[in-house]
Nanobody, 124 residues
Framework: QVQLAESGGGLVQAGGSLTLSCAVSGRTFSIYAMGWFRQALGKEREFVAAIGWSDFTTYYADSVKGRFTVSRDNANHMVYLQMNTLKPEDTAVYYC?????????????????WGQGTQVTVSS
């Protein structure tokens, strides 16, 4: 199994920045990619960004491209989501997730392990 724990959420004004962290433990050798997803109140969980575990290929949702950056530190088993120029519509619970193999990296169902989530609230 893989265990994931997010941190770094909070309240920020529109235009501000936050960096989310995801600590990864367990069977990390089995990971193919790490993803970040978010779920706003009353909405479905949606893809935000992803990064390959053995390469540096990155993927972004159109809504965050150019504002968010996903990165990883394999030595310390950490994945990060740097979020800049935050907007009120970015308000959501953010989750990191891992997948051992994926057909569509943007699909939540492709990810087997999930963290508990961290709340990000952007005030206008």
């Amino acid at each position: 199994q893989v265990q994931l724990a997010e941190s770094g959420g909070g309240l920020v004004q529109a235009g501000g920045s936050l960096t989310l962290s995801c600590a990864v433990s367990g069977r990390t050798f089995s990971i193919y990619a790490m993803g970040w997803f978010r779920q706003a109140l009353g909405k479905e969980r949606e893809f935000v960004a992803a990064i390959g575990w053995s390469d540096f290929t990155t993927y972004y949702a159109d809504s965050v491209k150019g504002r968010f950056t996903v990165s990883r530190d394999n030595a310390n088993h950490m994945v990060y989501l740097q979020m800049n120029t935050l907007k009120p519509e970015d308000t959501a619970v953010y989750y990191c997730a891992s997948t051992q193999g994926v057909f569509n990296i943007r699909t939540p169902n492709e990810y087997a392990y999930w963290g508990q989530g961290t709340q990000v609230t952007v005030s206008s």
